[in-house]
Every structure is written in C-alpha cells, then in structure tokens.
C-alpha cells in the first residue's frame, strides 16, 4: 500500500511541476493615446469595435478572467453600455476588415455588459466568466458592442495605445456601417486564472494513473 501511495504521490507532483505557471499577460507597448472604445467612441456614433491580439504574444493556453487597459490622459469618458465577446480569429495583427462578421471564428466566452461613465481611471478592468484561450487555434479577437450611448461629444480622455501594429490592432463600425481600421489599439492586460494544462500535462496524469492501477492490481493477484 505504501509503494501505491509513494507512486500516486509522485505522478501529482509531476504533473503539477509539468503544468505552466498563469501569469497576467500584457499586450502591446505605449506609444500614445485613443479614446476608442470606451471614451469617445460613441461620440462618434460608434457601435462596435474590435481588438485582435497575435497568438505569439501568449506562452501557452491559459483561463482569462479579466482585462485591463490603462490611463493615458484622464478626463470624462462618454456614458454607453459595452459588451464584450471573445472569439478566436483567422485574421492576422493589421489586416482587420470593417466587415465585422468576417474576422470573428470560434466563440470563447463572453465578459456580459458594462455601463461605463465619469473620469476615467488609472486601470479600468473588466472581469466574468473565465474562458480558456488556446493560442495554436488561431489570433485572440476582443469584439465590443455599444448600446444606450449618452455621449459628451468630446474628446478630452485617452487610453495607452499601441501604435506599432505588430501585436495587436483594431477595427470599428459606426452607424450606417462605415468604420475604419488600423494601429492605435490598447495595450491590455489579461488576467489569468487556473494555467490550462498542455496536452503532455494530461498524457503524464493518464499514464502516471496507469501506473497507480498497475501497481494495485499486482499487489491484488501477490495477495490472493
């Protein structure tokens, strides 16, 4: 019984010694200030948005729990309902179509609605359910809907921007369906929770169970 208990013992520290360590991850650098989404976007009588992330940017599958992104310039943030989705996306940092429909894969998970409104904060986050991220399926795609907007037709608070368009982009939609595309997305943090375990992970448990179930039926046949 003990050499079963020492065997069981041993495959669980392996696979959590196997299994990757979560770490929030942060996308994109500084290079400047936006006021879209969540300040100035529906101002602009915006409706939609949307934020894809290069899978490069990701070590490996992990839970996502919540996202941040950060004050560049405070100021009032226009009043608007926002709903963000996550899918996986085919479509590469850069190349984003004003046709929204057209860069959305997989369906993740979803975060549900937000009323945003008042002085921007330093780090405004948005947090639900945690949804699992595999970066081999494909780019990360943020998709942002605006509803109930009471906007304060200004433009005086932004957020940190990513200017370079190697991680990270966006694309946007208005009413009527004209919209844009291009650099200028928000550096963001993700919040991770539980790491997913790599498939090796998985494959060491099964095997290390095997091993437990083998040494419990020799010392069954040993017995009789």
């Known amino acids: 019984m003990n050499t079963i208990k020492l065997a069981l013992a041993s495959t669980l520290l392996s696979l959590l010694a196997a299994a990757p360590a979560a770490a929030d991850v942060t996308v994109g650098s500084n290079g400047g200030g936006n006021c879209y ?84 904060p330093d780090v405004l986050t948005f947090a639900g359910p945690a949804f699992s991220y595999d970066p081999s399926g494909g780019n990360l795609l943020l998709d942002v809907s605006i509803t109930a907007a009471s906007p304060l037709n200004a433009y005086n608070s932004f957020f940190q921007a990513d200017y370079q368009g190697v991680q990270t982009s966006r694309a946007w939609g208005y009413v ?44 069954v046949a040993v017995t009789a």
């Open 37 to 120: 989404p969540f300040s100035c976007l529906p101002t602009d009588e915006g409706v939609w948005y949307q934020q894809v992330y290069s899978a490069t940017a990701f070590g490996g599958p992990i839970s996502i729990s919540a996202i941040s992104v950060f004050k560049s310039q405070g100021g009032a943030m226009d009043t608007a309902t926002y709903t963000l989705n996550f899918y996986t996306t085919g479509t590469a940092v850069n190349d984003l179509s004003t046709d929204r429909a057209t860069n959305q894969g997989a369906l993740l998970g979803s975060f549900g609605s937000f009323v945003v409104s008042g002085e921007m």
């Open 176 to 219: 009527g369906g004209d919209g844009g595309a291009g650099t200028g997305a928000l550096v963001t943090t993700f919040a991770t929770g539980a790491a997913v375990p790599e498939p090796a992970s998985w494959a060491l448990m099964i095997g290390g169970f095997g091993l437990v179930g083998a040494a419990m039926r020799r010392r």
